[in-house]
């Protein structure tokens, strides 16, 4: 099992940042996907960005060169920095850690997928 724990989320003014934490403990070993999704009030859940353990990131297109994903495999623990931020970016965050065995690309066989609480990021106008 695999427990993460989010830090962060808060309410800023447009233009302004904020930088999202996750910490992983349990069965880290096994993880090799981290990630950050959001859902909005009467939107679905989407993936904002993820990194792979090598490195490796993906972002969705609505926060190319604004949002940056990093992560420190020693602390177990993905960060999600979020500048200049617009009020669409308003939703509930939540950390993503997918385990795998064999893997291509973003996908594995036989993947489990792990969930944060999810933290609030408000962002006024």
């Known amino acids: 099992q695999v427990q993460l724990v989010e830090s962060g989320g808060g309410l800023v003014q447009a233009g302004g940042s904020l930088r999202l934490s996750c910490a992983a403990s349990g069965s880290t070993f096994s993880i090799n996907v981290m990630g950050w999704y959001r859902q909005a009030p009467g939107k679905q859940r989407e993936l904002v960005a993820r990194i792979d353990r090598g490195g490796s990131t993906n972002y969705v297109d609505s926060v190319k060169g604004r949002f940056t994903i990093s992560r420190d495999n020693a602390k177990n623990t993905v960060y999600l920095q979020m500048n200049s931020l617009k009020p669409e970016d308003t939703a509930v965050y939540y950390c993503?850690?997918?385990?795998?065995?064999?893997?291509?690309?973003?996908?594995?066989?036989?993947?489990?997928?792990?969930w944060g609480q999810g933290t609030q990021v408000t962002v006024s106008s």
């Open positions: 993503n850690a997918v385990s795998g065995s064999v893997w291509y690309g973003w996908k594995a066989r036989d993947e489990h997928d792990y």
